[in-house]
């Protein structure tokens, strides 16, 4: 390989999108644009959160993503290639945990394998790391309705990395969990990102979090939706919660917010 064939391979994104646009027809027949021309890059083993008002198609994005919905235009990419020919190398996080209520910890962990055909075996190695990874030890065989909220949603996690996706997409992942719950539930998933180092598309309304998490934050314009800001997180990593009283954290959460606002007032005063 050439110098100039090799920086050409490093410049090609993980994910990329380009001009996505999509919208809704309503029951009265009026269709409602949700994505206008959505267009950004995720590098390899990067985290990438998006922020914006509600309804500014940030959910609506992600499940364009993950192959939920097809977009009206737009292209998407992974590595290079199109999305349909790669979608098995995602994997996705949702708010509601959605856990089999009948089925152990270990069983819902390795639900994604399981539909692929891999022998109980294989799942059960496989589940035996996850364990360890996202902190579950002891709790194998317990069900869901034995388990705590942050517990939960730390098997939901461990679902998501059980078929080793090489992107993983968040939508609101800690939303119905308390404050404290939530906040140790993103230090978590930073050490366990660390570890892991996969490619991370996250969805949030809360500022802090977004920021806390990230590489960058897109900041979502109201309906809609644009990509309006991308803000560097260029704060250093590990990450503990203690960073969140750090001026330079206050500085950009300030930033992103002031704009946010921006945008919600804007579409107050139409």
Same mark, same amino acid.
């Given at each position: 390989m050439t110098v100039a064939e090799g920086r050409a391979v490093a410049s090609v994104?993980?994910?990329?999108?380009?001009?996505?646009?999509?919208?809704?027809?309503? %029951?009265?027949?009026?269709?409602?644009?949700? /994505?206008? &021309? *959505? $267009?950004?890059?995720?590098?390899?083993?990067?985290?990438?959160s998006f922020?914006?008002?509600s309804g500014c198609g940030k959910t609506t994005l992600l499940r364009v993503l993950n192959g939920l919905l097809v977009p009206d235009e737009g292209e998407i990419l992974v590595d290079g290639r199109s999305l349909a020919s790669q979608r098995l190398r995602l994997a996705t996080v949702f708010q509601s945990d959605a856990l089999f209520p009948w089925r152990q910890v270990t %069983?819902?962990?390795?639900?994604?394998?399981? /539909?692929? &055909? *891999? $022998?109980t075996a294989g799942m059960m190695k496989v589940a035996r790391g996850l364990v360890q990874l996202v902190g579950l030890s002891g709790f194998e065989r317990s069900y869901p309705h034995e388990l705590s909220g942050g517990m939960r949603q730390r098997?939901?996690?461990?679902?998501?990395f059980a078929v080793d996706?090489?992107?993983?997409?968040?939508?609101?992942?800690?939303?119905?969990?308390?404050a404290q719950t939530r906040e140790l539930m993103q230090q978590e998933l930073m050490r366990i990102w660390q570890t892991q180092r996969k490619t991370v598309v996250f969805v949030t309304h809360q500022i802090d979090e977004a920021v806390y998490l990230s590489d960058r934050v897109m900041l979502m314009t109201r309906r809609?939706?644009?990509?309006?800001?991308?803000?560097?997180?260029?704060?250093?990593?590990?990450?503990?919660?203690?960073?969140?009283?750090n001026q330079g954290f206050h500085t950009i959460v300030d930033r992103l917010a002031e704009e946010l606002q921006k945008?919600?007032?804007?579409a107050g005063n139409e």
């Open positions: 994104a993980k994910l990329s999108v380009h001009n996505l646009r999509h919208a809704f027809e309503a %029951r009265s027949g009026v269709v409602l644009p949700v /994505l206008d &021309g *959505v $267009s950004f890059d995720v590098r390899d083993g990067e985290f990438v922020v914006g008002p %069983r819902n962990m390795t639900l994604g394998l399981e /539909l692929r &055909g *891999v $022998s098997v939901n996690l461990a679902r998501a996706p090489e992107i993983l997409l968040m939508d609101e992942p800690f939303g119905s969990l308390d809609p939706g644009r990509i309006s800001e991308e803000v560097v997180v260029d704060l250093p990593r590990p990450r503990e919660l203690r960073l969140k009283r945008e919600v007032m804007g």
